[in-house]
């Protein structure tokens, strides 16, 4: 039972557009989201994160928009740079004290020069 | 200041034995988290330590698996009669106690069972 997922496994833009990845939940006890930049051999970065109680949160290049009725939650990039290709894994968290994280599969983001 | 650290970075094994894998998370952080991403797969959570706490296992995929935090800072995932299926990438990621819960992760160990 995958309760976040990420349905485009790979996405390529060109320099300078707009990058849109896109993540769907399904536990609506979820009530912090998160994304994570991932290069190859590193850990995953933290990128941007947003609070149920919110639909947008924006940082420099880097918004992302919930629409909590749709259990959709988007990572809207622009300008896109080629130093942004990564691997973008969307990730969620209850509050139940823990905060383990419940990862979406991943995108692959390539930005082409 | 330093991030999470762990080792060792690639740690291939034979099927059947033992490993260790250790995790120095940020200093002060009080929370630690053990994930591990399987090919092609999100991670998946294992255990998560919180201060003092008794650990929350319930992310371990069976009883192969243990971990401890000594002093509340240093945490070893320990996987017993090694499969197959436990090769993966092991993440350890480390939190301190604000509001956004922000996990920040260490580079990961690649373990390869043969």
């Known amino acids: 039972d995958q309760q976040v997922k990420q349905n485009s496994p790979s996405l390529s833009v060109q320099e300078g557009r707009i990058s849109i990845l896109n993540c769907d939940y399904t536990n609506s006890m979820f009530d912090y989201f998160l994304w994570y930049k991932k290069y190859p051999a590193e850990g995953p970065t933290f990128l941007i994160s947003i609070s149920s109680i919110k639909d947008k949160n924006e940082d420099g290049r880097f918004t992302v928009f919930l629409n909590k009725s749709a259990k959709h939650l988007s990572l809207h990039i622009v300008p896109s740079q080629p130093g942004d290709s990564a691997v973008y894994f969307c990730a969620a968290s209850v509050n139940t004290g823990r905060r383990a994280l419940t990862f979406g599969s991943g995108t692959r983001l390539q930005v082409q020069p | 200041g330093a991030g999470v650290s762990q080792s060792p970075s690639n740690k291939v094994t034979e099927k059947g034995k033992d490993v260790e894998l250790r995790c120095d998370p940020i200093s002060g952080h009080t929370a630690l988290y053990w994930y591990r991403q399987s090919l092609g797969q999100g991670l998946e959570f294992l255990i998560y330590f919180q201060g003092n706490s008794a650990p929350d296992k319930s992310g371990l995929p069976s009883d192969r698996f243990s971990a401890e935090r000594t002093g509340g800072s240093v945490s070893t995932l320990t996987i017993q009669r090694t499969q197959q299926e436990d090769s993966a990438v092991y993440l350890c990621?480390?939190?301190?106690?604000?509001?956004?819960?922000?996990?920040?992760f260490g580079p990961g160990t690649r373990l390869t069972v043969t």
């Open positions: 990621a480390s939190s301190s106690d604000t509001i956004t819960y922000e996990q920040y």
